[in-house]
């Protein structure tokens, strides 16, 4: 099994702060997916890359894939208290089977 | 509304018991699979069907079963369960046609599950 790192593992920032949490592997991910998981719920997609370098962006949230394909990155801008919850990045890698997740990123943004 | 539905979502037992939880969905999809996650560790993957009559395993089967005998059921089965079995149990479901690289996985609301 691939080992897929995420970090911080927990962040607590104030509102209207910036943030970016880390996704990184020893080898290349052929896709990278990224959810959030809000408590009681199971997680939900949020972006999926794909080449290396893409950048996608949804309203303040920007996702980047490392050129080499080994890491991948989520910025908030200007964070609010309804972006708080688990991050989780999970990577497929060429000739697995499925989707390997990382243990995830717990958010707090404090009003 | 299109959905994962899980059964029970909570449930506390004891040690041999044996126990099911079920899973379904409404979006016609081929490829489901099974996860639990517990703190430290994240989501890990426990099995998995990319069709009917099709199942594979995850990266941590053992103490588990499963049956794909219909495309939108696929229940867990503990024959035997133990307490390190006591977890956040997911079942996710994917799409038809989509890659299982980069295919959307629609999770439910998730079973905790307490053994004592």
């Known amino acids: 099994t691939q080992l897929l790192e995420q970090s911080p593992q927990f962040l607590s920032i104030q509102e209207g702060e910036n943030l970016t949490v880390y996704c990184n592997s020893s080898?290349?991910?052929?896709?990278l997916q990224w959810y959030r998981q809000e408590p009681g719920e199971g997680p939900v997609l949020l972006v999926t890359?794909?080449?290396?370098?893409e950048v996608k962006k949804l309203k303040r949230l920007t996702f980047q894939f490392g050129d080499a394909r080994k890491d991948s990155s989520l910025h908030i801008t200007a964070a609010q208290p309804g972006d708080t919850g688990l991050y989780l990045c999970a990577g497929a890698w060429l000739g697995a089977d499925g989707l390997t997740f990382g243990k995830g990123t717990h958010l707090i943004i404090q009003p | 509304e299109a959905q994962v539905t899980q059964n029970p979502r909570y449930l506390i037992t004891v040690t041999g018991k044996k126990l099911t939880v079920t899973c379904s969905q409404n979006m016609n999809h081929e490829y489901m699979s099974w996860y639990r996650q517990d703190p430290g560790l994240g989501l890990r993957q426990i099995y998995y069907?990319?069709?009917?009559?099709?199942?594979d395993k995850g990266d941590v089967p053992e103490g588990y079963k499963v049956s794909r005998k219909e495309k939108r059921n696929f229940p867990l089965i503990l024959e035997s369960p133990s307490p390190n079995q006591t977890s956040l149990y997911f079942c996710a479901s994917s799409p038809p046609g989509a890659s299982v690289d980069t295919g959307e996985l629609f999770f439910g609301e998730g079973s905790r599950l307490t053994v004592l």
């Open positions: 080898s290349v991910f052929s896709s």
């Open positions: 890359v794909v080449t290396g370098g």
């Open positions: 069907s990319m069709n009917v009559e099709v199942t």
